[in-house]
């Protein structure tokens, strides 16, 4: 099972750190990533982060704002978000799969989501 957590609102320009905790399951052995979904719109890939930490891939609007990183031996995997804009609101889910792709379809494992919400 995968726990989201660490959203809320924030004002634009602002920062927040998600958290996606595990248990019953050992992270390490997963691609891990990060998808959110705003209103009214499709799923989309935010970032993803290989079994290592060793490399990572993001989504073009994400670039040199969103830093994705995990620590294996605390089963948890971080989604820093820095430069927030209006645009970055949406539900945040965290992912687990065994390939490394940007298809949400690909990953097994899902969190339950957490809402960021970012005012202008």
């Known amino acids: 099972q995968l726990q989201a957590s660490g959203g809320g609102l924030v004002q634009a320009g602002g920062s927040l750190r998600l958290s996606c905790a595990a248990s019953?399951?050992?992270?390490?052995?997963?691609?891990m990533a990060w998808f959110r979904q705003a209103p009214g719109k499709e799923r989309e890939f935010v970032t993803y982060?290989?079994?290592?930490?060793?490399?990572?891939e993001y989504e073009d609007s994400v670039k040199g704002r969103f830093t994705i990183s995990r620590d294996n031996a605390k089963n948890t995997v971080y989604l820093q978000m820095n430069s927030l804009k209006p645009e970055d609101t949406a539900v945040y889910y965290c992912?687990?799969?065994?390939?490394?792709?940007?298809?949400?379809?690909?990953?097994?494992?899902w969190g339950q989501g957490t809402q960021v919400t970012v005012s202008s």
């Open positions: 992912a687990a799969g065994r390939l490394v792709t940007t298809t949400s379809a690909s990953y097994d494992h």
């Open positions: 982060i290989s079994r290592s930490g060793g490399f990572t």
């Open positions: 019953g399951r050992t992270l390490s052995s997963y691609i």
